[in-house]
């Protein structure tokens, strides 16, 4: 009986435990590296910072022998990451989690995402900035100003400024006004936003305090818009709150600052501008602005521009800010590239 006990004792295999060996996120990227190769993990690591460089090479040089098992859980969290990343970048969190529910199961969706956005910046509303403006203000012109405000505030300022001239007129300056007050927005104001807009459009929150708006954000827009747009926000914000347009024009440049810009600087620009573009962006202006243009060209030139001006005959407004937009972005693209320096409202003058 004795033999038999013995020999069964003998006979049995040890018994594996069947728990996973937990691995850091340090053990996890050694790991990966290594299974990689030295080639590529050594182009790898020219892109790490050297602390994160000597952190890696200790936790591989404290590896023994990589079993399969690990190597392969390690290699498909690796997967998973990148294809998830990849949903979101393409059509954001909500997309993303429907197709890793519907290719992994929701528990390990839900397990990724977790991972994946705990160790990312997203910008809120990324979703957002990739909607056509046009199709983003059907779905937004209806919000209340500052809803819109904070949505404008994330997008880029060529969008915004489309979506800013196309709202109401009585919502454009209180949309203005907010954006360029608004300093930051707290993670729950944002969650907020964005469950309401859920049902229209994907969005991703941020656990992170995230700076937007602002006077220099609603400059940026402001210069963009049509300049209708632009007088019309102005005019209304000078009676809503005087310092704070103020503090605009202090950082834009319109038509009418040109008499704000030195000889030079004038016929620097006479020189890029149209003639015919000129004549009709004078039509409507003060004699001040005028006589700032007329005196820096020749006597011959100033003559055939009054006379083009003269037998121009009507024209409309609409034309008229077109082309004053167009000599405006001019003189801005030659203070972008330092051929002259404007001198803001309530700054000193030019100086070329």
Known sequence: MAKKTAQAGAAAPPKKSGTKKDLNGRQKAAIFLVSLGSEISSEIFKH?????????????????AV???????????????????????????????????????????????????????????????????TQLLNFIQQEH???????LAYLDPPKASVILAQLEHEVQSDVAKRISTMDRTSPEVLREVERVLEKK?????????????????????????????????????????????????????????IVM???RAIQKVLREVDTAELAKALKSVEGEVQDKIFRNMSKRASTLLKEDMEYMGP????????????????IRKLEEQGEIV???????????
Do not use: C, H, W
């Open 48 to 64: 790490l910072r050297e602390d994160e460089i000597e952190t890696l090479t200790f936790e591989i040089a404290r590896l023994e």
């Open 67 to 133: 079993d399969s098992e690990d190597r392969d859980r390690v290699l498909m969290e690796f997967q998973e990451l990148m294809m998830a990343q990849d949903f979101i970048t393409t059509g954001g969190i909500d997309y993303a989690r429907e197709l890793l529910e519907k290719s992994l199961g929701s528990q390990k969706a839900v397990d990724i995402i977790n991972r994946l956005t705990s160790s990312l910046q997203v910008r809120p509303f990324d979703f957002i900035r990739r909607t056509d403006p």
């Open 145 to 151: 100003p500052q809803t819109i405000a904070l949505i």
């Open 201 to 257: 459009l994907s969005t991703l929150s941020s656990e992170d305090y995230t700076a937007a708006g602002g006077v220099e954000s609603i400059v940026e827009i402001l210069n963009l818009v049509d300049r209708t747009t632009e007088k019309s926000i102005i005019e209304s914000l000078e009676e809503e709150d005087p310092e704070l347009a103020e503090e605009i024009k202090k950082r834009m440049f319109v038509f009418e600052d």
């Open 261 to 263: 810009l030195d000889d």
């Open 315 to 330: 024209i409309r407004m609409k034309d008229v800010e077109e082309a004053q937009q167009k000599i405006v972005s001019i």
């Open 342 to 352: 404007v001198a803001r409202a309530g700054e000193d003058e030019l100086v070329v």
